[in-house]
């Protein structure tokens, strides 16, 4: 069975930092490429982040590109989110989620809540 | 890259059939048959119902099917069922520097 748990969401001030994590199990995941989607309170879904099954590729949204970067490792089944000058409009639910191909996602976490506040 | 156009809202009652639309532009939707479409209940993550424009996941009951014509996808909900009851949004594939990108979308209420 996939399972995808998220950790790492909290409170944080702006302008800080923060590092998602998300463990991986029931598949081959080195085989696949994994994405970052989030979620603000109330609003629609957005990808943030993808990065190969390898690692060595890695992509970003707009809103996001210089200040978060994705990483994963493939010896722990474990990728990573990490973000840096968080804004308000960062505030939201982050999913990881496993990709089938295409950026079609198959399986998704159960999120965790970042919160950027004063 | 702007989101998908859905339409906010959509409703049907038990039994009876309803489509929602998802339009895009030719660098997304139109360009590419890699739409795919997920239900998210209240409080939970979505849930993959259609992918590749036409294809269902293991286990996604043969009631939900995925068209596309153009620029415009479409996800139609047959024989309503008050579990069906969530939102839908839609994604298309977005070339482009590997991108993808999302639907506003759908309340479907079951009335």
């Known amino acids: 069975e996939v399972q995808l748990l998220e950790s790492g969401g909290g409170l944080v001030q702006p302008g800080g930092s923060l590092r998602l994590s998300c463990a991986a199990s029931?598949?081959?995941?080195?085989?696949?490429?994994m994405s970052w989607v989030r979620q603000a309170p109330g609003k629609g879904l957005e990808w943030v982040s993808a990065?190969?099954?390898?690692?060595?590729?890695?992509y970003f949204a707009d809103s996001v590109k210089g200040r978060f970067t994705i990483s994963r490792d493939n010896s722990k089944n474990t990728l990573n989110l990490q973000m840096s000058s968080l804004r308000a409009e960062d505030t939201a639910v982050y999913y990881c989620a496993k990709d089938l191909g295409r950026l079609c996602f198959d399986y998704w976490g159960q999120g965790t809540l970042v919160t950027v506040s004063s | 890259q702007s989101a998908l156009t859905q339409p906010p809202s959509a409703s049907g009652s038990p039994g009876q059939s309803v489509t929602i639309s998802c339009t895009g532009t030719s660098s997304d939707v139109g360009g590419y048959n890699y739409v795919s479409w997920y239900q998210q209940h209240p409080g939970k993550a979505p849930k993959l119902m259609i992918y590749?424009?036409?294809k269902r996941p293991s286990g996604v009951p043969d009631r939900f099917s995925g068209s596309k014509s153009g620029n415009t996808a479409s996800l139609t909900v047959s024989g309503l069922q008050a579990e069906d009851e969530a939102d839908y949004y839609c994604s298309s594939y977005a070339g482009c520097n590997n991108r993808v990108v999302f639907g506003g979308g759908t309340k479907l209420t079951v009335l």
């Open positions: 990065i190969s099954g390898s690692g060595a590729s890695t």
């Open positions: 590749e424009v036409t």
């Open positions: 029931g598949f081959t995941f080195s085989s696949y490429a």
